[in-house]
């Protein structure tokens, strides 16, 4: 069984900063691209940034220069550093990750369960 656990939201001033960590467990042959999406209430669940096994990264516009996201292959875990927060960068954070479990398979898409950040005064 795959797992994927997030950690690192809660509450944060405006101009502040956190840190989301995403680690994979479970059996698996390797974690191709992963990424960090984001879900207001009412909306969809939109990319904030993904990257690939190799390091080539993509970010949505309202956090370009804000955030970065990078990755530990060894640790099977994925980082988000958020710098600059504002209030409407509130709302729970998903990781996902494209994982394949077995030589011949496809990779398939997992997600976590969401770890909120707030971001008020």
């Known amino acids: 069984q795959v797992q994927l656990v997030e950690s690192g939201g809660g509450l944060v001033q405006p101009g502040g900063s956190l840190r989301l960590s995403c680690a994979v467990s479970g059996s698996i042959v390797r974690i191709n691209d992963m990424g960090w999406y984001r879900q207001d209430p009412g909306k969809e669940r939109e990319l904030v940034a993904a990257i690939t096994r190799g390091g080539g990264t993509i970010y949505a516009n309202f956090v370009k220069g804000r955030f970065t996201i990078s990755r530990d292959n060894a640790k099977n875990t994925v980082y988000l550093q958020m710098n600059s927060l504002l209030p409407e960068d509130t709302g729970v954070y998903y990781c996902?990750?494209?994982?394949?479990?077995?030589?011949?398979?496809?990779?398939?898409?997992?997600w976590g369960k969401g770890t909120l950040v707030t971001v008020s005064s």
């Open positions: 996902n990750a494209q994982i394949l479990r077995e030589w011949g398979l496809r990779s398939m898409d997992y």
